[in-house]
Every structure is written in C-alpha cells, then in structure tokens.
C-alpha cells in the first residue's frame, strides 16, 4: 500500500481525516500476509515512495500528532513509554519511513532488524536485543525507537526530553528490478474530465519492459471522491516492479455524462451506456437504383453428414456465394464451390472479392473474420473454361469434425456457368464426374438454401433530427429477401438478409457520431466506411461480442457530409441491428474541452 502525501489546499482538519482513513486501510493488511511492503508518498507528488533524501519523523509518547517532513498526520497507534523505553509501532512507522517491510511467516525484516512478532523478540544484524525491546500491545507490536533508530543508521534525537525526532534514509529498494512510473495530466478533475496517462516505466540495465498491470486506472471517473491509481512493471527478466501509485481527486460540476464522454473518446469498435437508444426514432431510408445481381445462398443442410451437393445454380455476369456449413461426417472434409462452364465457347471466371474463415469449430467468429477478409480484398483471380470444363473456384481448408466455414465471394463470369456447393470427404477430387455421381443433400428444415435476386440493397438516408436509427435485418421495417431453392423449386425466405451488401450514403452526416446497436444478442462482425477521403474497415466490436441493445459499439465520427456505409449482415450473430447516430454537440450534458493528447 502506499500514501499520498496531503494536498497543500486541505484544511487541518481535512488532513486529519484524510491521514486517519488512509492509516485504517493499513491496519486491515494484517500480520497474517507472508509479505508486506509499505511506502510513503512525496511530497506534493502523490507519488508512490517519497522522492526527498530522508524523512523525518516527529512525535511524541502518548500523542496521537505527529508530522512526516512537516506535514501533519495522526497515529492510528501512537508511541508509548514502557518500561522506561519510547516504544513505536511497527508497521505504522514503517510505513511512514517509507521503509519496506517484507517477512515470512511471523518474522519481518526492517533493515538490519529482525523482528518475530509471535515470540516479541528481536535481532539486530544477528545480535539478540534485550527483553523489552519488542512489546505487544493491544494486538500492535512496538519497537524501541531507539532500537529502530540503530536498525536504520538513522539519527534520533530530542529537544525537551518528550517530543522526538527520528531522520532517515528512504529504502533504497532492489538495484536490479525495474521501476513503474506515469503521470496524469492533473491531480483534481471534475467528474466525466478525461484523465491523460503519461507512462515512462525504466529498467536499471535497460531491459525490456514486457508487461504492465495497472490497479484501479479509469480513463474517465464519473462520481466525485479520491481515487488510487497504481502501476506494476515487469521487465524481460522476469523481475516486477514495485507499485507505483498516483491519488487523483475528483470533484465539482461534472463535464460529460458516460454517453457524451464516448461520444468524444472512445474508440471505433468500443461499446458504450445509451439506457435510451429504443426510443430514437426510425430514419426515413429510400431504396434507389444499384448494381443487381443474385446471391447463392447455401446453410443447409447446416451440418451434412455424408458428401454430397449442398447447393446448385447457374448464374451469368455478377453473383455473390455465400456457404456456411459444419462438417458433420465424423471424418476430415472439405467444402468447394465448382464451377461448369455451360456455354459452346470458352468463359471467363473471375473473382472479385473473397472473404473466408476456416477451420474453426468457434461459430461466433465465422462471419466477423470472413467479413474483414472479404472488405481487405480487391481483385483476385482468373480461370478460363472450356466449354463443358469444371474447376473448383473456392476449396477450403480440410475440416475435422465439428468445424466449420463460412465464405463469401464475389464473382463474375463471361458467359453462363453451373455453380455447385460441394462438401467431400478428404480424398475425393472436386470434379464433374464426381458431383454427377453425388447424392443431392436435403435441407434440414431449420436453415436456409436458395438464390435471391438482390444482393445488394443500395439506400440513400437524409438525416433529420437526431439521435434517429436505421434498421436492419429486422423483416419489417427492413423486408427479407425472397427467392427460390433451385434444387427444390419451393419458395425461399432469407431471415436477416445474410450476405445481402447494405448501401448505405448518409446526407448531412458531417458532425455525427456512428454506432451499431445489438439488437437480438450476441453480435460480431465488420463493415466499411468511406468519409471523404477515408476509406476504413471497422471490427465490430473491438474485443468480445456486442450483446446489449442499450451497449452500442462506436463505428466513426463523420467530418464529410456525405457518408458511405457497406454493412453486411454477419453470419453466425444475431439479428436484427440498429445503426445509430448522434449529433453529440445537441445532447444535454455534453461540455468541456477536448483532450486530444494520447501518449
């Protein structure tokens, strides 16, 4: 643990109480820990251990005053006279000596002084002291001051005979671990202030500081009160740190709530407080004229369980695939898209963008890692067919059992081609001959096959009064997409929309704050937007899953008026989501300056 010193603008009183609840804190850190180390502030720093040459400690038997470098503080134990001897606590003074105290079991070590607090006996540099030199007294033990003086090579001394004064060197602590240091930006904040961290940890040999643990650090602290902020280093070596702590106040007006604070600070793909988001108003969004082409849709059979066809349609120009599936074979499989050339001269088969995840056997990950691979990629590959020719467009990895794959492609082909979705046991090649002698697999019930015209939904929105949202993948105020299972012949409907591309330009989006708002549970996945010049693929979160409708995840702060967002629905989450946005500048609460700096 360690002790701020007091802030010059507190009162006396002030400083009494401050000093009091920081000392019973101490007295809860038991005899009963194998190690304890305490240490005081310096002086005006709220630093972890003080930075002045020597503390002096002033005090008097039997008076619960006392002063460390001339600063008041109280005794939670106070100095007692026994048996002719002026007697200290232990822990107490240790601490307020910045003194470290480490020990095994009931023996603690101060300097040269070996102190067994069960046998009340004591040590120095080997030499056993007299009885009495070591006292227990209401649960406390005591140490001659003199006895403490000698330990520390410190100076004790005394002007009327009452009153004492014990001078000594800080611990100079171990030469060989590496030191934890930060600053912040201020020591007293108002509440919802951004607080700005500076690091600058050091290893004596300049080792590598390989880790940091930090205790009790808020980037932001919204209720007033004094908080302790500590930092523990590790260098290369395996050697940590000591702690170094800060005291931070926080009080006055306050400067933002959680919701304006992120709306200022947090980071794309961060989640965030708004207990009001289901009461924004829809926006009005208008279909518009765009590209226009199908998509292949293949989940299901789910989890076949023998090779066989999954899906199979023909397509001309632009088509986007989209296979979801787990290998249910109780044996290694893959998955392939093949393609057949169906026309009497030679096509073109091109693929424009490919977006995949495999293997995995965690679902939750399938569609977010497809998504980003899909938005990084540009161009791609060629394969000329002859007439009648096949060749596998999309192989993925070998699957074990219970692991999956979830691709999405985007092709485009010169004349009229067969696509076939395959899953085979490792060992049989993806050819015709073999798709021909193929049993067709039947859909499972649950899931989804089929081809939807449409798999892109080109919206153009105006933006209003704000905050507003914009739904999808709802089947209400955003419809599902209709389309035919090819194998089947029977009417198909695509719940959620999954792999349909949402394009989406948003007027007057200059100043506006973006977020995605889960709506029916667990969420992950990407999309990509353009402003301006930027042009920026966001993870959707940034780390675990977005689950609460009320925990919207930061995607962009807009600074051109027109916004451009591709969203693509992401296999594996739950739908539907909202996307939501803000004009933070209009909403109660928000004020302060903003702080830019980020070390």
């Keep these: 643990m360690r002790f701020a010193r007091l802030p010059l603008s507190l009162s006396p009183l002030a400083a009494q109480r401050f000093r009091t609840r920081a000392l019973a804190l101490l007295g809860l850190l038991a005899p009963a820990a194998p190690t304890l180390t305490f240490t005081l502030a ?22 619960r005053a006392a002063y460390v470098n001339g600063a ?92 004492f004064t014990l001078t000594a060197l800080r611990d100079g602590g171990n030469p060989l671990i590496p030191q934890a240091r930060f ?55 395996g050697l940590q740190s000591a702690p170094f702590t800060r005291t931070i106040r926080v009080e006055g007006t306050p400067i933002d709530t959680p919701l304006t604070y992120a709306l200022k600070y947090a980071q794309p793909g961060d989640a965030f407080p708004d207990p009001q988001i289901l009461t924004y108003p829809s926006a009005l969004a208008t279909p518009v004229e765009g590209p226009s082409y199908p998509l292949l849709f293949s989940d299901s059979p789910e989890v076949p369980d023998q090779s066989g066809v999954l899906y199979q349609d023909s ?70 067919l002859a007439p009648g020719q096949a060749a596998a467009v999309y192989a993925s990895p070998t699957l074990n059992p219970g692991s999956g794959v979830n691709a999405m492609q985007d092709l485009s082909t010169s004349g009229r081609v067969e696509l076939t979705f395959l899953i085979l046991e490792d060992g049989l090649p993806p050819t015709a001959q073999v798709a021909q002698q193929l049993p067709y697999l039947k859909p499972d019930g649950r899931h989804v096959r089929g081809t939807f015209p449409g798999a892109v939904r080109s919206l153009r929105v105006n933006l209003g009064a704000l905050p507003t949202r914009i739904v999808i993948g709802d089947g209400r105020v955003d419809p599902a997409l209709t389309g035919t299972d090819a194998l089947t012949g029977q009417g198909v409907r695509l719940a959620g929309n999954y792999g349909v591309l949402y394009d989406l330009e948003v007027n007057g989006a200059a100043g ?16 990509n937007i353009q402003d301006g010049p930027i042009n920026q ?57 903003l702080k830019t700096y980020q070390p």
């Design 72 to 163: 008041p503080t109280q005794w939670l134990a106070p100095p007692r006279l026994l048996g002719g001897r002026t007697m200290l606590p232990l822990r107490e003074t240790a601490a307020l000596l910045g003194q470290s105290l480490p020990g095994s079991g009931t023996v603690v070590q101060l300097a040269r002084l070996s102190i067994d607090t069960r046998a009340n006996t004591a040590a120095l540099a080997g030499v056993p002291q007299p009885a009495g030199t070591v006292a227990l007294v209401g649960g406390v033990t005591y140490v001659s001051a003199r006895t403490l003086a000698d330990a520390l090579n410190a100076n004790l001394t005394t002007d009327d005979g009452r009153t």
């Design 42 to 63: 310096a002086p005006g720093a709220h630093a972890a251990q003080p930075l002045l040459g020597s503390v002096q400690l002033t005090f008097t038997p039997d008076d």
């Design 315 to 384: 397509v001309v120009g632009r088509a986007r695939l989209l296979a979801y599936h787990l290998n249910g074979l109780g044996k290694p499989a893959r998955v392939y898209v093949l393609a057949r050339n169906l026309e009497s001269r030679p096509v073109e088969v091109r693929t424009e963008r490919l977006g995949e995840t495999a293997p995995t056997r965690l679902e939750s990950i399938l569609g977010q890692v497809t998504l980003l691979e899909y938005f990084a990629s540009g161009g791609g590959t060629t394969l000329t």
């Design 537 to 593: 693929t966001i993870k959707l979160p940034r780390v675990g899953n977005a689950l609460k409708p009320d925990e919207p995840v930061l995607l962009w702060r807009a600074q051109s008026d027109r916004l451009n967002i591709d969203f693509v629905p992401s296999s594996g989450s739950n739908l539907p989501v909202s996307l939501v946005f803000y004009r933070p500048r209009n909403l109660s609460g928000f004020g302060g300056v």
């Design 183 to 237: 600053s912040t930006d201020k020591t007293v904040y108002a509440p919802g202030e951004r607080v700005v961290y500076t690091e600058y940890p050091f290893d004596p040999d300049g080792a590598d500081i390989t880790a940091r643990k930090w205790n009790g650090r808020q980037e932001v602290f919204f209720q007033p009160g004094t908080y302790t902020v500590g930092l523990t280093v590790m260098n290369s070596r």
């Design 512 to 527: 506006t704050v973006v977020a995605l708002s889960p709506r029916g549970g667990l969420y992950r996945g990407a999309m």
